[in-house]
């Protein structure tokens, strides 16, 4: 079993409220969009690392990252992609992805809009963390983390921070 913490959109900025939030977690993934080295670095610090770049990362950033991870954890195959989209509205990048590798999970951020949703069509679970940083238009902080054993993904737990308070 490995805790997993899952993040996206950080946009530069890692909340103390966040790092705590994956305190007892085994590995930290983010779906794009990290804003800059130095978050990275400090998300490496924390805990081991799956990172893929987003559409404002810069080429520091892209360099230490790729545009999609596709792995294992425990017996789950996930997939990762910063623009992804959602079930019944994947982009063709994300689409290409899916039906390739047959995740058992697919992760994507972009949106800034928390979603975990079943897919019927492609048999996994989709899950976009929402935004963990401060910049953009939503107006809760969010991010993710759950326990992988073996194939499946049990004790889902989202952190919500109002943003208001961290400006």
């Known amino acids: 079993m490995k805790k997993i913490g899952l993040l996206s959109d950080t946009h530069g900025t890692l909340l103390p409220r966040v790092s705590a939030f994956f305190e007892q977690c085994d590995e930290i993934w983010h779906a794009g969009d990290i804003?800059?080295?130095?978050?990275?670095?400090?998300?490496?610090?924390?805990?081991?690392l799956r990172a893929v770049y987003g559409n404002i990362d810069d080429t520091k950033t892209r360099s230490a990252c790729k545009e999609t991870a596709i792995f294992k954890c425990e017996d789950l195959v996930v997939a990762m992609v910063h623009i992804g989209g959602y079930p019944g509205r994947y982009t063709p990048l994300a689409r290409k992805l899916i039906l390739e590798s047959k995740p058992g999970l697919f992760i994507s951020g972009h949106s800034h809009i928390l979603k975990v949703i079943y897919d019927n069509k492609?048999?996994?679970?989709?899950?976009?963390p929402g935004a963990a940083g401060?910049?953009?238009?939503?107006?809760?902080?969010?991010?993710?983390?759950?326990?992988?054993?073996?194939?499946?993904?049990?004790?889902?737990?989202?952190?919500?921070?109002?943003?208001?308070?961290?400006?």
């Open 122 to 128: 492609h048999q996994l679970l989709h899950i976009n």
């Open 35 to 48: 804003g800059n080295p130095e978050t990275l670095q400090n998300l490496e610090n924390l805990k081991p």
């Open 134 to 167: 401060i910049s953009g238009l939503h107006k809760v902080i969010t991010a993710v983390r759950f326990k992988v054993e073996k194939d499946r993904i049990t004790d889902l737990e989202i952190l919500e921070i109002d943003r208001k308070k961290q400006i």
